[in-house]
């Protein structure tokens, strides 16, 4: 059978995307190779073994018609793809790295490399730093010191990392695989994974078995695998999909809470935690708790017999703490707040009743609002809101009054026929996501707005403006009664683009002084409001709404990614409105 991974094709269907944008073509054709790739790196069993079944077809998977499923074949056969041949020949590779610098889109892209012969980041930097930019029509000064501060952005490798979201595919496909192996007895991801960190370096693992080498050779046989980068006794590194390093570590069942505990982290987490142990005569390391040898400060060297580490709750326990969830070892007050008895009780997936930020086709969604709404059924929510985008986003067709009256009518009718035989499974809210204007004030009138049920109200255009004008236009938003929720409050595109100059604490103390909600968007690029900024929310008594922003009926499924970042915040369920069931949400909604 073929030997092209799924990783592979759906890398080369993200690239074709990126070329096909970058030249200009019809965004549903850009669109669509995105979505295939979306739908291929979600995939378990391999797109050769779909192909290979002859009761099966390529075309039934989602996104992908007969024209996808020819390239598919193209890729399987021979490696290759001649469209992508054809597009490589025409779009200089220096046309990726510009793009990747915040506010270069592939016509300023174009316009660089067309102009100035640029071949490399590093061309650009200096082109700016000489005033070539500035002299290029269509740019000028002010852009060209903008361009400038952002490929430091660009360039900082912390920008450079996986999201969680695509690293959780990889390593759902990892475990799968690894629980084949008859010498796995358990396997747990690790790292900054399993912290939930909203972005990876690198995926951690930790094997329990008294085989290492044959574990070891299972991961190595792994299909994604491309390379064995490391191999120890007990250790060793590969290399994965999108070009990912996997460590994994081998340790007999006696140690196997105390590595996971180790491999977990955070470093800083972990520093704190075995300090505390030296206070009390301990030593942990990654294959138990021990004893030190002599008393602390002098030396710790452990000795004797473990006083646990077969799971984590002994590791915690040994040094008198109750186990702290993953999500908050990030070394802050987590080991305080352990020894008080005062750790959270984290919000959790199942707590979440609603989401209240979704588009449709009405605007740029790629569904329908009936096809929405039965998504949102299966996925067991009792309650959505659907916040198509106001007039002033004219790019995704915004609502005026009418359509958006117009939808609203619709609505009224799919609650009626939804509560046509008994209760209804869902409530559909009559939502709206309006503009905060670039000259203040909002994309729709507020004799409109009032007959909303829900309200977010968000910043798209103008994200230039200086720090006093932003934080302006989002605090009259806050002040406005009808406005329910602040939609994704800083604006950041992780890896993209930075958050926009706004004085968060002024967001947050205007929402906290009105009864404002803020988001916290579930997109893995935005995840905005990000950990710290909804704890200081949540410390001033400001409610946090976990919404998905969904464009499709896929898009749904990143409500866990929310969850995650308010787990990191430390967020309960009472500090997140759409955990509430519905008519209690409309009490806590301000009047
Ligand atoms: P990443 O991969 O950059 O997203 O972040 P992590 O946290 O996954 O870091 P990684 O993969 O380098 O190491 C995994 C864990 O192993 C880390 O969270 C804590 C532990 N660890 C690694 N190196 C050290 C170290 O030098 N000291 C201590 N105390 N722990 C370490
Ligand atoms: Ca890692
Ligand atoms: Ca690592
Ligand atoms: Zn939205």
Redo the contacts with the bound molecule.
């Keep these: 059978m073929s030997r092209v991974t799924n990783a592979d094709i759906a890398t080369v269907f993200e690239h074709v995307a990126d070329l096909l944008e970058y030249e200009g073509d019809n965004v549903f054709r850009v669109r669509a190779y995105r979505s295939a790739a979306r739908t291929i790196g979600g995939l378990v069993e391999s797109l050769a073994s779909v192909r290979a079944d002859p009761a099966r077809s390529l075309t039934d998977l989602e996104g992908i018609g007969a024209d996808l499923a020819g390239k598919i074949g193209e890729l399987l056969d021979s490696g290759r793809l001649g469209l992508l041949a054809e597009l490589e020949k025409r779009v200089p590779p220096v046309a990726f790295e510009l793009m990747r610098v915040p506010g270069l889109g592939p016509k300023k892209a174009k316009a660089l490399v067309a102009e100035l012969g640029l071949t490399s980041l590093d061309g650009l930097e200096q082109a700016c730093r000489e005033g070539r930019v500035a002299t290029l029509k269509g740019f000028g000064a002010k852009t060209q010191a903008a361009i400038l501060g952002n490929i430091g952005f660009a360039k900082d490798p912390a920008h450079n ?1 996986l999201l969680w979201n695509d690293a959780d595919a990889i390593m759902r496909g990892l475990l799968d695989w690894m629980r084949k192996c008859p010498e796995v007895r358990r396997v747990e991801g ?3 994974w399993r912290r939930g ?1 909203e972005t ?3 995926l ?1 693992l930790v094997v329990e078995s008294a085989e290492a080498d044959a574990v070891m050779d299972h991961l190595g046989s792994w299909p994604e695998t491309s390379a064995v980068l490391l191999r120890g006794d007990t250790k060793t590194s590969v290399r994965g999909p999108h070009d990912v390093q996997i ?1 994994l570590r081998v340790v007999e069942g006696g140690s196997f809470g105390a590595a996971l505990q ?6 800083e987490h ?2 704190k935690l075995r300090s505390r142990a030296r206070e009390q005569g301990l030593s942990i390391n990654e294959y138990g708790v021990f004893p030190l040898a002599s008393t602390a400060g002098v030396g710790d060297l452990p000795r004797g017999r473990s006083r646990g580490g077969a799971d984590e709750k002994e590791v915690y326990g040994a040094v008198g703490l109750p186990w702290i969830p993953p999500e908050l070892r990030e070394g802050a007050d987590e080991i305080d707040l352990a020894e008080h008895s005062a750790l959270p009780e984290l919000v959790e997936i199942g707590d979440v009743r609603g989401d209240l930020h979704m588009h449709t086709t009405a605007t740029d969604g790629e569904d329908s609002l009936a096809d929405m709404v039965r998504a949102a059924i299966a996925r067991g929510l009792s309650y959505v809101a659907i916040t198509d985008h106001g007039q002033r986003v004219t790019m995704a067709r915004g609502l005026d009054r009418k359509r958006l009256l117009r939808q609203w009518a619709e609505i009224d009718r799919l609650n009626e026929s939804l509560a046509a035989d008994g209760p209804p499974p869902i409530v559909v809210l009559k939502g709206i996501e309006v503009d905060m204007l670039e000259k203040g004030g909002l994309d729709l009138p507020d004799d409109v707005l009032v007959q909303a049920d829900w309200v977010v109200a968000s910043l798209h255009y103008g994200q230039n403006q200086p720090r006093d004008r932003i934080t302006a236009r989002i605090v009259e938003a806050i002040e406005n009664p009808l406005v329910s929720v602040i939609g994704h409050p800083t604006g950041r595109l992780i890896n993209r683009r930075p958050a926009y100059d706004v004085d968060i604490e002024a967001v947050i103390e205007a929402a906290a002084r009105t009864g404002t909600f803020l988001e916290i968007n579930a997109n893995p690029w935005r995840l905005d409001l990000d950990d710290r900024h909804a704890a200081a929310a949540k410390r001033s008594g400001v409610k946090l709404v976990i919404s998905t922003d969904a464009h499709s009926t896929r898009g749904l499924d990143v409500m866990r990614c929310g969850v995650l970042q308010a787990r990191r915040a430390g967020l309960e369920a009472k500090d997140v409105a759409n955990t509430r069931t519905l008519p209690q949400l409309k009490k806590l909604l301000k009047k």
């Design positions: 990392r690790a790292g900054s960190r990876i370096g690198d951690d460590d180790y491999f977990t982290g955070s470093k972990n520093v």
